[in-house]
C-alpha cells in the first residue's frame, strides 16, 4: 500500500499508459491533471519501480445518489428525510495492459476502499459508487461484491460492508 503514490505530476511516463479503454487512457493523457487542479478528482497512481512505467491509477470524488435509486433493503435502514445520500465516486480504474492479471488491479481497488473508508470517519459517505464501461469491467466488481443500482449501469458497496474489511 505504501508503494502508491498521490502525486501524478510525479509519474514520467504517463503518455505511455495504455490499458485497452481509449477513454481511460485519454482521461490520463489528456484530462486527469486539469480536473485535479479544479478539485473534481484527486488521482492516485501506482508506478512501477524498475521501469518509471505506470502501472495504474484510480480516481475519487466526492458524490450523491437519490435514495430512490438503493434497493429497498438498504434504504430501509435510511431516515426518509435524505433525498440525497452521500456516497464517494470510484470514478475510473484501470491498469496498464502490460501489468494487467497480477494482481495490481485488486491491489488498487483495495487501496481505493480503505482510503474511502479512512475518509468517511471524517466525511459521512454511505457507500462507494462505480460506473462500469462495459460488461467486462462489470464482472470484475461485482467479483469484488459490488451490487447493481437498479435503472442505472452503476453499481455500489455499502461502506458498513467495506467497514468489515478493515476493522
Ligand atoms: C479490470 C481491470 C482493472 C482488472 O485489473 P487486473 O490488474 O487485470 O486484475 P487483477 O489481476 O488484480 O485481478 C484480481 C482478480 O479479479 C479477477 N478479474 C480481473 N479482471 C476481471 C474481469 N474483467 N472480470 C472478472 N474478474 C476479473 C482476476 O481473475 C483476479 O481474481 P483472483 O483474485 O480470484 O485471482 C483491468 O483489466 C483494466 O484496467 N481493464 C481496462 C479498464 C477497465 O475496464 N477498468 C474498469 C473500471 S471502468
Not at 505506470?54 to 458524490?63: D, E, F
Request: glycine letters at 4%; proline letters at 4%; one cysteine or more.
Amino acid at each position: 500500500m505504501n508503494e502508491l503514490t498521490e502525486n501524478i505530476h510525479s509519474t514520467p511516463r504517463i503518455k505511455e499508459f495504455s490499458c485497452g479503454k481509449d477513454m481511460l487512457d485519454d482521461y490520463l493523457h489528456k484530462q486527469v491533471s486539469q480536473d485535479i487542479k479544479r478539485k473534481l478528482s484527486a488521482c492516485f497512481v501506482l508506478n512501477d519501480k524498475e521501469t518509471d512505467l505506470l502501472k495504474g491509477y484510480y480516481t475519487l470524488a466526492n458524490n450523491s445518489i437519490a435514495q430512490e435509486l438503493i434497493p429497498n433493503e438498504f434504504q430501509k435502514k435510511l431516515p426518509n428525510s435524505y433525498k440525497s445520500i452521500p456516497t464517494t465516486l470510484l470514478g475510473r480504474l484501470a491498469i496498464d495492459h502490460r501489468f494487467q492479471n497480477q494482481g495490481v488491479g485488486k491491489l488498487l481497488l483495495v487501496d481505493a476502499l480503505k482510503r474511502s473508508y479512512d475518509i468517511s470517519k471524517s466525511i459521512g459517505s454511505f457507500a462507494i459508487i462505480v460506473d462500469p464501461l462495459d460488461e467486462d469491467a462489470e464482472r470484475f466488481y461485482d467479483k469484488f461484491g459490488f451490487i447493481k443500482l437498479p435503472d442505472s449501469g452503476k453499481m455500489f458497496l455499502p461502506m458498513n460492508t467495506i467497514k468489515t474489511l478493515f476493522e
